[in-house]
């Protein structure tokens, strides 16, 4: 894939790509706020609940330095790549538009279209920035994978969270109802989290990183033929598994950076 420069004067480049490296190594502390919530007999649910996490906040000012440093894209990624990308980004925005019509919760399906227009905006304005730093921008999902594990290790080897609720750590049980669990044998043993909401975020997680460790190293004609195939298992068949991947903002901000690494991927 053709080689891109950004076109902006080089005082800016660094603070947004050191920005952006930000918002990457944070993806797996989810520090949220409850915006909207639609509780069932009581109880919250997080799939009619809307959170406003830091990812929210960052991603708005990346979005923001971005349109006011006017980065320029000196070129395009493949065309190919582009309008798989495209036609996924319009048929989500659709069907969320499409969902103001006949939900009853009008409210909440606003504030989810916001975040999908976010998301593509944080798409058209880091491009330049990926291609800059991807190398730098792997290593950071890399990071951010292995520290995930080792919170995730402890929580399954104490069956117990870590008590880092202040992250938005899931409260870890194996008597809890609701908490994932895992058959061994004949016990139950409660699956690793880290700070993700759920094991399958987590998992979503370290499928992109390990998906940035792949393209760093594979020949390019084989990063061609399943680059595509990669975004598309992981967004769509992960998605359609797991709801969180759509209500989650870790969830979504994964998907995003897959989107970008993807798309900008070096020669």
């Known amino acids: 894939m053709a080689s891109s420069r950004i076109d902006m004067q080089p005082p800016y480049i660094r603070p947004l790509g050191a920005l952006f490296l930000v918002f990457i190594l944070t993806i797996p502390f989810s ?9 069932i007999q009581g109880t919250s ?3 009619l609940s809307f959170f406003l996490y830091h990812l929210d906040i960052l991603a708005f000012l990346l ?3 971005g349109l006011m440093f006017h980065v320029k894209h000196t070129n395009s990624p493949s065309s190919q790549t582009y309008a798989i990308l495209i036609s996924l980004a319009l048929f989500l925005f659709g069907w969320t538009l499409l969902s103001l019509f006949h939900t009853e919760f009008p409210r909440l399906a606003w504030l989810s279209l916001t975040r999908f227009t976010m998301g593509g905006l944080l798409i058209y304005t880091l ?8 190398f ?9 994978a292995a520290g995930s594990v080792c919170i995730a290790s402890l929580q399954v080897i104490g069956q117990d969270d870590l008590g880092w609720q202040f992250f938005s750590e899931a409260r870890l049980d194996p008597n809890t109802a609701g908490v994932a669990k895992t058959q ?5 043993l409660i699956r690793g989290y880290g700070l993700f909401p759920h094991p399958n975020i987590l998992a979503f997680f370290l499928f992109t990183s390990l998906s940035s460790l792949f393209l760093r190293y594979v020949p390019r004609g084989t990063k061609q033929k399943f680059g595509v195939g990669i975004i ?3 967004i769509l068949g992960v998605g359609a598994v797991d709801h969180y991947l759509l209500t989650s903002a870790q969830g979504f ?3 995003i950076v897959l989107i970008l690494l993807l798309a900008n991927q070096p020669p």
């Open 31 to 39: 520090v949220r706020t409850t915006v909207v919530s639609f509780p």
């Open 45 to 47: 649910n997080p799939f």
């Open 63 to 65: 979005v923001l330095g």
């Open 127 to 134: 491009t330049p920035i990926i291609r800059e730093y991807w």
């Open 136 to 144: 730098t921008i792997s290593n950071a999902l890399l990071f951010g």
């Open 184 to 188: 061994l044998g004949d016990s139950e």
């Open 232 to 234: 598309l298992f992981a």
């Open 253 to 255: 901000y994964t998907g």
